[in-house]
């Protein structure tokens, strides 16, 4: 009897460990992962790449902070941040027509910034069509 009571107590630890491997390996692939697969956009706004985003009649919208964008951004692009909201928005109000596609990026990558000041445009503006550049500034100077 005493034999299989250490087997169970046994196996439940290498049981445990494998467990916590792949909880760990899952996560880590996770963060791999693109923007666009890890999370899901808030409602009404959708991607778009460097390559469908030539249109002329696009109203760009840098969402890094204000130093980043005065460094260099898109040519035509506005500053619209979270911490000067109401004022950068009033910017945007004044350029934004109906009919005009919106395209908010930021850093790529693990930067939020785009997803978090295009549904604070989305819910000030529901009308609008917002989307947000895959890959953000990084994928349009690779372009």
Known sequence: MPEKKVFRENFWIPLLIL?????ICARIECELLPVSVQEDLPRGLSWITVSEARASDILWVDARPAEAYKRSHIPGAINVTLRDY???????ADLWRPNRRVV??????????????AGKLKRSVPESRIEILKGGYPAWLER
Not at 86 to 92: G, Y
């Open 86 to 92: 109401d004022n950068s928005f009033r910017r945007f």
């Open 19 to 23: 467990t916590g491997l792949v909880l």
């Open 104 to 117: 908010v990026y930021c850093d790529g990558g693990d930067c939020r910034l785009s997803a978090e000041v």
